[in-house]
């Protein structure tokens, strides 16, 4: 009985220190894991806000690019020398002012109409509906306009309520910065919007200040970036977790957020989170207590706006908060697993002392034998398992996969620190941190595919006591056998994938190349064109620049005014002045359309081993019908029906190869004149292409060949017979389906189903 109460006594402690080491290593693990994951949201939110400071930046490079416009420079100093030479400028700029400003909005007043309907207005409006239909199908810039040197207004979008500026508070802030002002939030109630403004100085050829130009920027551009980033995390994050970002002013109003009850513009000064980082740098973390009654505490990573080249930011604050108890999700998870086992664990432990402390002695010797093979069991499985897993981890990296098995075997040693290990195949050697070689060598040759190919090898550092093989157990050359043979099979299929891969890849590429060959005469003709009037338009401006530097010497000597203006008219130099801008013109679009061509032509020529992206199947059959153009426009009208598409993940030029093989089969299909529809649609979570023409039709009993390599029922020397093998495996590795619908003298129709996830 004494035995047994010491027995049980002596095991209850045993597991109540284990219960508390349990519970101390939690307890570190969840601060641990709370300071990593604060680092981590600490860099997202730098990453994001230097997104932010970017997406400004680029927006007032946009403003500062156009403000260089030649006809915004012409316009300006049009009105500028127009201005100067008034001699009641003053006068007439405040009488203007007061007839624009008591005018309404309908009234017709001819300057005010010369100043809203100029080519300049007309011109930012065009730019204005630009950004709003191509980018973010919102107005990027609600307003534009542009004032003289004098603080009036030349030309803009939407009738501002004053005509001279110069006394608006943003005025004078543009007009003492160097380049460029950028304004702080605002809002817009005409519009409806929050926006900031974009004011950018004009200067004219001798860099003298010409005039302003202000663009409102909205920052709806701002929240959709912002908002993208939190469907990012949503998307990515291995849990269901969810964070909250927030853009503050550097006054602490709110720009976006993506958590309800808050308003745009709201002040946030008296909020606790607001202090608590006045009191910080320019980024770090904390933990607080949610700003929502309901809400418990949570962790709060700020950045602020540390600006972007030449743009110095304007100190916006951004936060990135994810309630605590998402954060610690992972660790009490595991904690609430460790009391369960360890409260069975304690109640099995006390009911097998009480039952069994007669044979405990001999059970432990037992148990003792036991565990140790055991664990010497797991150590090998572990090892075999995180060989596998590295080699599906690092496909087609046998280096890092070898390394990595060097570490691996040695832990799973019983006594890691009393060996090194080598592993050395095709002559490289990978090997432990503190590999040296001793006399107590266990080895084992790695073969694959029937050949030597290295060796696996284990030095123990000390003699240490007699085993089965040297220092060394049976166990232990089992293991080094199976580990062998696992490298053996993983460096096996690494190297039957590269084959495979270079055989793949040689016939895709042969194929387009074929595909490209087949295009390449109507291609040189389409670039012919072009060239002809370029080289044209240089001979005429050849002579026309002669004209012009016979005239230039002529005006040199100082001759009489009648004499020049009869030389003038003679070399026709107005003329010129008015022909030689056209001709730049016409010989710009040329070029154009050849670096169009050879772009287009250039993407279907390179090897396919592009990333796996998001992209949308109507594009990428426009970029296709351009490419084959020339080998369609001569023998068939082309009728596209293409549906709205989501974008879906895809190769993009493995899909070009299809469409273009779907489209050059068609067209030689039809023998004369015929057609070719296209057309896309969504069903469900599929995309469809449907490519059909008016051809020959196929046969019946050709159909269920069409994918096979090398059919073909083109004559000899006009077909590899690959293309529609090629295109089948291409979309069968996105997931998707060829369908084929086929009349002998009515025509044939491919479909191309594909799901929306695509390749992912």
Known sequence: MQIRFRLLLAFAMVILVMVIGVFLSLSVSRQILGNAIGQNHVVQTQRIMEKVDREVYYRVEEIRGYGRDVLLRETVERSNRAMAQRADRETLIRQREQEWSAAGQEAEIPFVAAVMESPLAEELREKKEFYTQEWLRHPVYPDLLVTNRYGVVVAATDRPSHYLLADEPWYREALGQKEFWLGNLGYDDRAGIYSCDIVVKIFDEEQAFAGLFKARLNLETIQSLLAQEVERHMHQTRYDQEVHLKLLTADHRLIYTCEAGYAVNEDLTGRDFVRRIGQGGSHGFFVLSGDRPQEGAELFAYARSGGYRDYAGLGWLLLYEQGLAEVYAPVDSLSRHMLAITAVMVLAALLFTHYFSRSFARLVTELGATTRELDGRVKELNCLYGISKLADQEEGHSGAILQGAVDLLRDSWREPARICARIVVEGEAYQSADFRET?????????????????????????????????????????????????????????????????????????????????????????????????????????????????????????????????????????????????????????????????????????????????????????TIKVVWNELKYKARVVKELGELPPIRCYPQQLNQVFMNLLVNAVQAIEKEGEIRIRTWQEGDHVFVAVSDTGQGIPAENVNKLFEPFFTTKEVGKGTGLGLSISHEIVQKHHGRIEVQSEVGKGTTFTVILPCHGAA
């Open 439 to 623: 006399p107590w060598r266990l080895s084992r040759e790695i073969r694959v595919a029937g050949r030597a190919a290295g060796a696996v090898e284990v030095f123990s550092l000390e003699e240490g006591p007699k085993g089965d093989e040297g220092p060394f157990r049976k166990e232990e050359r089992y293991r080094l056998d199976a580990i062998a043979e696992l490298l053996g099979n993983v460096l096996g299929r690494f190297r039957m994938a590269r084959e495979k891969q270079q055989i793949q890849g040689l016939m895709f590429q042969q194929e387009k190349l074929a595909s490209v060959g087949q295009l390449a005469a109507g291609v040189a003709h389409e670039i012919n064109n072009p060239t002809g009037f370029i080289a044209c338009n240089l001979g005429t401006m050849k002579k026309y620049v002669a004209r012009l530097m016979e005239y230039v010497a002529a005006s040199a000597a100082n001759p009489a005014p009648e004499e020049l203006l009869q030389l003038r008219q003679k070399l026709r130099i107005d003329f010129i002045a008015k022909d030689i801008g056209a001709l730049v013109d016409e010989s710009l679009e040329g070029t154009e359309r050849v670096k169009e061509i050879v772009r287009n032509l250039k993407s279907f020529s390179r090897v396919d081993e592009a990333q796996c992206k998001e992209a949308n199947v109507n594009d990428c059959l426009e970029n």
